[in-house]
């Protein structure tokens, strides 16, 4: 397959997780952060971080390996977010 095979994997997986992390309430990425991926971004004392932001700690928590597109196909599974075969 060479380089541009697993490019190419690896831009077919973006795209089907930001399909998937759209289907993702607030709840489930607060999950998400505590369960698989084992941390949660910094936030003030008292205060809330919107979807958004949660969405972009995500995002680069991906981009740095700590988590996989299996892993994160595996947690929305197990949440009742999607069926197991929602990418068939």
């Known amino acids: 397959m060479g380089l541009f095979g697993r490019a190419k994997q690896k831009d077919e997986n973006l795209e089907k ?3 998937l992390f759209d289907r993702f309430e607030y709840p ?5 952060c505590t369960d698989v991926i084992k941390q949660t971004p910094q936030v003030p004392q008292n205060e809330r971080l919107e979807r958004v932001e949660y969405l972009e700690f995500v995002w680069d928590q991906y ?3 700590a988590f996989t597109f299996q892993q994160a196909m595996d947690f929305a ?4 977010i999607i069926q197991k075969d929602f990418f068939e």
């Open 17 to 19: 997780l930001k399909i």
């Open 28 to 32: 489930h990425l607060e999950k998400l």
């Open 63 to 65: 981009k740095k390996g």
């Open 77 to 80: 599974v197990s949440q009742g």
